[in-house]
């Protein structure tokens, strides 16, 4: 963490820090501290001072700072070891390709305020609004096969869902394969990209996008149909950086939960939240359409379905639809 990031932790910490503390803890003059403070103020952060409590946070902005979210999330495992936050990209999965072809380290974190290219899943756009979402891709580098890296799209799905209930005190259920729904709408979906040789993976992004304060005319007509925000289903806006620290600190659990074995496990919560387990559905992938019950998951993350004919059939992708 940098110094920025550290003096906002300790703000967090402590409500009330002199200069001359931060100054002897961070081994800098009480000058070089107030040039920090006036950075953080230049950022967003009202940041008080007065003669007797010192420094105190009042308020952070709804803008996201990577020294901030570091400075929230305090030391983690994996993801979240880096943060990098970008005005506008084309798509974080492509920044996040080019550090890992670059030998980044697995858990590297990019946000972009808005994206101009977000892609979803099968060639689909993805809409990406300044300030209204989390856009984010994330590195990791697990030790799995590539059939398992489904795996990881589960314990993601899981480990958002979590982290917005906790947030906004709504439950999203989760619609076979990976996305987050509030009603019968969208509003958080992961595209999960890797990278393999024939027995193990090189490197997986996984790219999760969140509708957090999109207003519902802020949807194209037909998008408003499927899609919704967090801020329609609470009727409130949702403070980004809370969110995004959240989701990440259960995604660095989840991912923990995976390298230790404990798939299963993460199935278990995954398959709770999961409307599709149960239900008749067919599942259109290009040209092909499969009707069946979906059962369960295996232990490889892909989906076990009961065709009509008695079969049991895995699938790892595609578009479900719920039989009424
Ligand atoms: C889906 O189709 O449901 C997946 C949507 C994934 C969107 C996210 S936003 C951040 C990352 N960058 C992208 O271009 N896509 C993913």
Sequence with gaps: MNVAAQILAALRQQDGVSGADLALRFGMSRAAIWAHIEELRESGFEIEASPHRGYCLITAPDRLLADDLMARLGPMDVIGRDIRVFQETNSTNDVVEKLARDGVAEGVVVFAEAQSKGRGRLGRQWLSPAGKGLWFSILLRPDLRPQEATQLTVAAATAVARAIQQQTGVTPEIKWPNDLMIGSKKVCGILTELSAELDHVKYIILGIGVDVNLASDEFPSELGKIATSLRIATGRLIPRPE????????????????????????????????????????????????????????????????TEHGRLERVIGGDVTVEK
């Design 243 to 306: 969110l995004a620290a959240a989701i990440l600190q259960e995604l660095d659990r989840e991912y923990a939960r995976i390298l230790r074995g404990e798939f299963t496990a993460v199935a278990d919560e995954w398959a709770q939240r999961c409307t599709t387990l149960g239900q008749l559905v067919t599942i259109r992938l290009g040209d092909r359409a499969l009707r069946g019950r979906a059962e369960a998951l295996d232990e490889s993350g892909a989906l076990l379905l009961r």
